[in-house]
């Protein structure tokens, strides 16, 4: 049953399932509502009955409450996603932002002779440029999305130009020499900022999805699919996994260093247990308020912080009995396995229809069944990103060294779109509630592409650097030795320990100084704007404003925390 709330509301599906039938506020109108006040609700064909008197106030502002939270969960259920064109379109809007910022922190430094050294003003041009385009590219800007990246690709080029024509180094050089010398630079060895980038951008970008998919300027083509598809939130999710085994402790090890595999495990299963708690609180807190929840996600009791410690414990154990190098068998095996078992076994109808056909949620296995299976799923997706990692931190310091892994990314990636087209050819559709070997291809070639992109911005900011004698970009590359000469470059610090401490003012460092805070403070403060404002019913100035002041709490708060070297971290 579909009913319009009036005017520009939205459309909100009604639907009779497990949990019963509407309330009757929802079913009739307010002087139909204001009539009942006799204290003793009857409801009609429904599987609830009040027999007991109940002020009518408290009857009121119940059913007004269960009637907001079935709007709010139909709001975002039985969505389809959208193409995998438009999600690649919009992720190619971060690197261009950070080759943004770059660019007009150089261009500044080339202007006055000095770099910016102000943190209030860092702030406001970190907020402006890497998180505000974001914000207006889900919700009023989505329209146009394809000519966000085409216009700040442009504004990019300008500035190039611009900086490139008033460069104080190379001044009389030809071009083809300062691409010969470029090729030469040697970058720290230690420092791969994009692995950084990358996952400080997933940990942005679910904060920012994760409350502006409750408003209605949010495309619901964005949002979590409930069977089949690809939303912007699916890969968020898929994201977050791959992040996470970037830079686990198994990938970290320096080679070389004799480590137990055994103390390995054990730290690895010490690291997880805020993640449990973390389960536990939201799934209490969530229960308690009676918070909207869409149970095809994960099910009733399950949630992500569930999903990421199990993962977590699995793929270290994993790991002591498979080396790192070998990791992408180990992920092939799980996601082609899980497939099989999918289509040759029942499991596919149970976990979509329960195991009476009907959605049953009765049972542990039953009300959770999306959360427990889609582990296999998200365990291959972390092997997979255990395998990228360990190939990236291998020790390479010049920048051609560097091209060579993005040409071999670049490679891997076009093979795995071609299995992923004939995965969802001939196999089946992308899936994020099974996790299913569609999901797992699309996820690590997405991951990669958009790794890619980070890389190759870091290598423009690095060429734009050799330009300017004395230019610093915060998340970025410090040369080691420039080319052709025996002495430090004038645009490198004369000690890369003393300059990196006004370098790290930055967004960026500060919310990866504390990504697990900063990803619970995110769910903290959208539980409590969704329990404030109607937000189904919000205007879009409205809406704007919400969205923008949320996300610069969040990155303020984690700026404060930075700057006072704080670190929350209890394990």
Known sequence: MVKMLGGNRVLIYLLDLNF???PPEVKTSRSERECETNGRLQRQGGRTSFNKQIPFCTEKAHGRRMSQKLLKEAFISNLNGTSLLEISIGLTLAPLCIACRGLLLILY?????RPLRSRKYHLLLDFTVLVAPFVLGCTILSPILPLLPITIGAFCAGLFYKIYNRRNHYIRTPPKQIIHD????SLEPDYIPSITVFRVYVNVLTAINILAVDFPQYPRRYAKTE???TGAMDFGVGAFIFGNALVCPEVRQKTGVVQS???CLTRQLLSVWPLVFLGLGRLISVKAVEYHEHFSEYGVHWNFFFTLAIVRMTASLLLTLFPTNKSWIVAVILAVFYQLILDTTHLKMFVLYGSDGKDTRVGFLNANREGVFSLYGYLAIYMASVQVGSYVLKKRTLVKDWIEVICFFLLTVFILFIFLHMSQVYVEPVSRRMANLSFCIWIAAQCLTFFICFLVTDLILVFTKLLVNGSRVPCCWNFTQPPNTNTKHDSEPTSIKRERKWLSICIINAIDKNQL???LLANVMTGIVNMMIDTIHSSTSFTLFVLH???????????ILHAKNILLKCW
């Open 549 to 559: 002041l949320y996300m610069f709490t969040n990155c303020l708060i984690m700026y």
């Open 261 to 263: 595999k055994f103390s």
């Open 109 to 113: 430094n080339l202007h006055n002779g």
């Open 517 to 519: 805070v900063f990803f």
């Open 20 to 22: 019963g039938r509407l």
């Open 182 to 185: 470029f090729l030469k630079t």
């Open 227 to 229: 069977t089949y598809g």
